[in-house]
């Protein structure tokens, strides 16, 4: 089993460290706020305590929690195999952690970004391993879905790509491959649908509760967008959007003045307590 590497430790931080730390990988999950680790970890506990009450497998949870190291210093990582990154979407903040990840790791270490829609080469252009830089677009709740998309940068190379692919397989996930564009497959559609519900919501056309049922009730859909954007988080719904429309400079990116609104407000979704909906 490999030492896996887990920056950030928010909602998709800490379903990935769940995730294979159940597949019987070490992890060293690291977060630059102390606060958040503690609730990671708390979450983390939970999840896989009723892993079987929600249709998954039954886990030892005290197993799982053995298996993960946790701290603030980005030095933890130095001798990890793979480290899979999962910061705020945001390039600024992605930025100064793959310059220390560089610096920290040992050169044969491979480099995992879970971005919603941050390309894979542009990360890549921040190190002096490219050809070991791949995408893994994973889905929220983590350690639920059976699949995430598996994304090659410009210079990743097919090593790296099957080396990240065996990863996924040790967890019971497919990776599915998709080349390397902003938003890839999922985000480049799903970022329009709850950008434009939230238009419909901005401007008086339907409420959320609405607009949700017609997706469910009318195509079948588990859950409608604005529920989507609430689980996801409405601000890195923002953030992914506003990528989409500065990557492709396209006027059906832009964002909807009623989402950055409700990300100033701290209307975050459920992590919040309140988006949408409240919780």
Same mark, same amino acid.
């Given at each position: 089993?490999?030492?896996? @590497?887990?920056?950030?430790?928010?909602?998709?931080?800490?379903?990935?460290?769940? *995730?294979?730390?159940?597949? @019987?990988?070490?992890?060293?999950?690291?977060?630059?706020?102390?606060?958040?680790?503690?609730?990671?970890?708390?979450?983390?506990?939970?999840?896989?305590?009723?892993?079987?009450?929600?249709?998954?497998?039954?886990?030892?949870?005290? $197993?799982?929690?053995?298996?993960?190291?946790?701290?603030?210093?980005?030095?933890?990582?130095?001798?990890?195999?793979?480290?899979?990154?999962?910061?705020?979407?945001?390039?600024?903040?992605?930025?100064?952690?793959?310059?220390?990840?560089?610096? *920290?790791?040992?050169?044969?270490?491979?480099?995992?970004?879970?971005?919603?829609?941050?390309?894979?080469? &542009?990360?890549?252009?921040?190190?002096?391993?490219?050809? $070991?830089?791949?995408? /893994?677009?994973?889905?929220?709740?983590?350690?639920?879905?059976?699949?995430?998309?598996?994304?090659?940068?410009?210079?990743?190379?097919?090593?790296?790509?099957?080396? /990240?692919?065996?990863?996924?397989?040790?967890?019971?996930?497919?990776?599915?491959?998709?080349?390397?564009?902003?938003?890839?497959?999922?985000?480049?559609?799903?970022?329009?649908?709850?950008?434009?519900?939230?238009?419909?919501?901005?401007?008086?056309?339907?409420?959320?509760?609405?607009?949700?049922?017609?997706?469910?009730?009318?195509?079948?859909?588990?859950?409608?967008?604005?529920? *989507?954007?609430?689980?996801?988080?409405?601000?890195?719904?923002?953030?992914?959007?506003?990528?989409?429309?500065?990557?492709?400079?396209?006027?059906?990116?832009?964002?909807?003045?009623?989402? &950055? $609104?409700?990300?100033?407000?701290?209307?975050?979704?459920? &992590?919040?307590?309140? @988006?949408?909906?409240?919780?």
């Amino acid at each position: 089993m490999s030492l896996v @590497g887990v920056v950030g430790a928010g909602v998709m931080g800490s379903g990935v460290a769940q *995730t294979f730390a159940q597949a @019987g990988h070490e992890i060293v999950l690291i977060d630059n706020d102390r606060d958040a680790l503690a609730k990671a970890l708390n979450a983390i506990e939970l999840n896989a305590r009723m892993s079987r009450m929600m249709g998954g497998p039954a886990v030892d949870h005290e $197993q799982v929690l053995a298996r993960i190291t946790s701290g603030t210093d980005l030095g933890l990582l130095a001798e990890a195999h793979i480290v899979i990154e999962n910061v705020t979407e945001n390039w600024e903040i992605k930025k100064a952690v793959w310059l220390e990840l560089e610096a *920290t790791c040992k050169a044969e270490t491979i480099f995992v970004a879970n971005t919603s829609a941050i390309p894979i080469t &542009k990360l890549a252009s921040l190190t002096k391993r490219p050809a $070991q830089v791949a995408g /893994v677009h994973f889905m929220n709740p983590v350690p639920m879905k059976p699949a995430a998309e598996l994304i090659k940068g410009y210079h990743t190379t097919p090593e790296t790509i099957e080396t /990240v692919r065996d990863l996924l397989t040790s967890a019971g996930k497919r990776g599915i491959d998709v080349n390397d564009a902003s938003g890839f497959v999922s985000n480049r559609v799903l970022m329009l649908t709850v950008n434009e519900a939230a238009y419909l919501v901005y401007e008086g056309v339907a409420s959320a509760e609405t607009v949700d049922d017609v997706f469910r009730s009318c195509f079948g859909h588990p859950m409608g967008p604005l529920e *989507t954007a609430d689980l996801i988080g409405v601000d890195t719904i923002l953030y992914s959007v506003e990528v989409l429309y500065e990557h492709f400079a396209d006027s059906k990116y832009r964002p909807c003045p009623l989402l &950055k $609104q409700m990300t100033d407000a701290g209307l975050h979704g459920r &992590k919040s307590g309140k @988006g949408f909906y409240t919780y």
